[in-house]
């Protein structure tokens, strides 16, 4: 991965979902977390596309999967996966009755539809 300092294994999320879709009343896909500072952000098959947003605004290259049961990394920097990594503060996901697609209530009825390819 890319080098240490992006990755803080002390920071927690910034919360359950993603902060930017939230601020806008929208909804997301799958959520990615910071593994820097923390930040919560939706995938880019999610309308916002926050994570990368968050990458490209920040230099943050690292993020780790929200989802429930996952615990792989994504480094845009070096546009690799790995399977495993560092543990991360808690909590290692969304909470597990939150629905995804996300939040409950605002995903559209043809919301695969919508899914960005």
Not at 21 to 50: E, N, T, Y
Not at 71 to 90: H, M, T
């Amino acid at each position: 991965m890319t080098s240490d300092h992006a990755i803080d294994p002390d920071v927690p999320p910034t919360g359950p979902g993603c902060a930017d879709c939230d601020a806008v009343g929208g909804w997301w896909f799958h959520l990615r977390r910071c593994a820097q500072c923390g930040h919560i952000g939706c995938c880019d098959s999610s309308p916002g596309q926050h994570a990368t947003a968050h990458f490209k605004a920040t230099g943050h290259p690292v993020v780790r999967s929200y989802e429930p049961g996952e615990d792989w990394f994504w480094d845009y920097a070096a546009n690799e996966l790995y399977d495993s990594g560092p543990d991360l503060a808690p909590p290692v996901s969304h909470p597990a009755d939150q629905p995804s697609p996300g939040p409950a209530g605002r995903v559209p009825s043809n919301w695969a539809e919508t899914l960005r390819r």
